[in-house]
């Protein structure tokens, strides 16, 4: 950038700079609120996502829960006699 050589030319030169600093403050306020808005996106989408995978674990922790009424233990084989033996 060339320095100026006239009192005119340095008043033009720091409207251009006040004006040039302006838009590049309003810039990074647009930035900002631009970021804000993307944070507070994807934190609500992390909270959607961690709200599914635990209800999909619930729900799997309850497929392999085994309730009261269910019967869970295996039948002993019985022999010809009618006796029950140990089936290893």
């Known amino acids: ?13 720091i409207r251009q700079l006040l004006e040039e ?11 900002g609120h631009l970021a804000e808005r993307l944070n507070a ?19 799997a922790n309850r497929k392999l829960r085994w309730t009261a009424g269910e019967d869970r233990v295996e039948r002993w084989p019985v ?5 029950q033996t140990c089936a290893m």
């Open 1 to 13: 950038m060339e320095l100026p050589s006239t009192l005119e030319h340095c008043y033009q030169t």
């Open 21 to 31: 600093n302006a838009a590049l403050r309003k810039s990074g306020a647009d930035f």
């Open 41 to 59: 996106a994807l934190t609500e989408e992390r909270g959607h996502a961690a709200a599914h995978r635990s209800q999909n674990r619930a729900r």
């Open 79 to 83: 022999n010809v006699a009618g006796e």
